[in-house]
């Protein structure tokens, strides 16, 4: 089973997410790294594990303008869907054959393929942020992403069809309860073992609530692809040896 790490990061600096309320994030304080750059900590992570993903979600640009054209004169917000591509950039160079998976909140096919364009990355598509379901039906008949079927606590969040219609999903699918990020309260098992049900030889991936190595092992049981995590890993619940355990 595949462990990717997230880095919520938010004005420049990798944030603490907690159950979704993006406004409530602070910096981190990580025993892997010295601070709270985002370069500092993905190196931190992959001394850890030979991690070959990180997850970014670049909250500033989910997060930001949803405005066309020109943002205006003065403004220091960035368009939603509208990613950090310098930091980018500069992970991709730090740390060469690791896939960046990017979530900058892209709302419509061209943002989406702008940022599959970019070198070293997987496109995220979050369902929160995208304008309808039939993006993400072009999408993968054009190029590889990852759907992230977004939920916050028991309503989906996003086009309906996105949820009722399976047949849109593409190869690489993202479960994300919100409210179970960094809440230490479990993955949300039932959803995922539905999704499971319908998503046939997709990649389905876990994403909130792992709290260490017996989460990993029952979500490998049950034959999910893979678990985003952040909070386990810096917090030291999930070690060297269960990742390499885990990943094997």
Known sequence: MQVVPVLDIKQGLVVRGVMG??????????????????????RGLLALHPFDALYIADLDAIEGLA??????????????????????????????????????????????????????????VGSESVDEAETVRRLAEETDLALSLDFRGEAFVGPPELWSNESLWPETVIVMTLAKVGSGAGPDMDRLAEVMA???????FAAGGVRGPADLAALKDMGIAGALVA?????????AADLAETTM
């Open 67 to 124: 405005v066309e054209g020109v943002v205006a004169e003065g403004e220091t917000r960035r368009r939603r869907g509208e990613p950090d591509a310098a930091l980018i950039e500069s992970l991709v160079a730090a740390h060469p054959g690791v896939t960046l998976w990017l979530d900058a909140g892209v709302a419509n096919f061209d943002g989406a393929m702008a940022i599959d364009a970019l070198s070293g990355v997987l496109c995220v």
């Open 198 to 204: 319908r998503a046939g030889r997709r990649k389905v």
């Open 21 to 42: 309320e993006r406004a409530n994030y602070r910096p981190i304080e990580t025993p892997l790294s010295q601070g709270p750059e985002p370069l500092a900590v993905a």
């Open 231 to 239: 909070t386990a890993l810096h917090d030291g619940r999930i070690s």
